[in-house]
């Protein structure tokens, strides 16, 4: 049972939009920034949005990302086969047992 | 270019030890925190442990806290993880990856399996 509770999956076809939602307690998203992490089939995860909305250079801004109260939402426009993948929230809970904590994670197929 | 490489992973028994090596390069190591994060076969991502820039802060997950000790080596650019009594369910993938503001970037992953 993950700390970060996210969609166990998500669909849509291509060039269209989707969101996959993550939610949190007042410990970890309500007090921390939220980061995001896509993970490509047998490869490594990798950074996709930190502290709730930026993304690192070079990734598109088709990757966005919001957090309200003790949620967060990945928004994900233009979809390309090549986004299917795993994709985790991610952020710091500051709770007795101080952790990094992650959702379960939201496989995205691109139908 | 930024990165990172781990190494040590392998079979072990129940019960036995291993030692996990993160090779940075490509950033100034000293000044970031570090983590290992692990993935089990088919599952999600589990934090392990976290380490400062110079080691004063130290955190582990409940799992491995006792039996993990995560270490680092400015000079030598590299961080570690000591893992002692291992069990089964440690059987995973384990990623090293930097820390600021997010994880990011991650290397490649070592896998670690727990068998008899």
């Known amino acids: 049972q993950s700390v970060l509770t996210q969609p166990p999956s998500v669909s849509a076809a291509p060039g269209q939009k989707v969101t996959i939602s993550c939610s949190g307690s007042?410990?970890?998203?309500?007090?921390?920034?939220v980061s995001w992490y896509q993970q490509l089939p047998g490869t490594a995860p990798k950074l996709l949005i930190y502290?709730?909305?930026k993304r690192p250079s070079g990734i598109p801004d088709r990757f966005s990302g919001s957090k309200s109260g003790t949620s967060a939402t990945l928004g994900i426009t233009g979809l390309q086969t090549g986004d299917e993948a795993d994709y985790y929230c991610?952020?710091?809970?500051?709770?007795?047992?101080?952790?990094?904590?992650f959702g379960g994670g939201t496989k995205l197929t691109v139908l | 270019e930024v990165q990172l490489v781990e190494s040590g992973g392998g079979l072990v028994k129940p019960g036995g030890s291993l030692r996990l090596s993160c090779a940075a390069s490509?950033?100034?190591?000293?000044?970031?925190?570090m983590n290992w994060v692990r993935q089990a076969p088919g599952k999600g991502l589990e934090w392990v442990s976290s380490i400062s820039s110079s080691s004063s802060y130290i955190y582990y997950a409940d799992s491995v806290k006792g039996r993990f000790t995560i270490s680092r080596d400015n000079a030598k650019n590299s961080l570690y993880l000591q893992m002692n009594s291992l069990r089964a369910e440690d059987t995973a993938v384990y990623y090293c990856?930097?820390?600021?503001?997010?994880?990011?970037?991650w290397g490649q992953g070592t896998l670690v399996t727990v068998s008899s």
């Open positions: 502290e709730n909305n």
């Open positions: 007042s410990s970890n998203i309500g007090n921390n920034y």
């Open positions: 490509g950033f100034t190591f000293s000044s970031y925190s």
């Open positions: 991610g952020t710091w809970d500051s709770s007795l047992s101080a952790e990094w904590v």
């Open positions: 990856a930097r820390v600021g503001p997010a994880l990011g970037p």
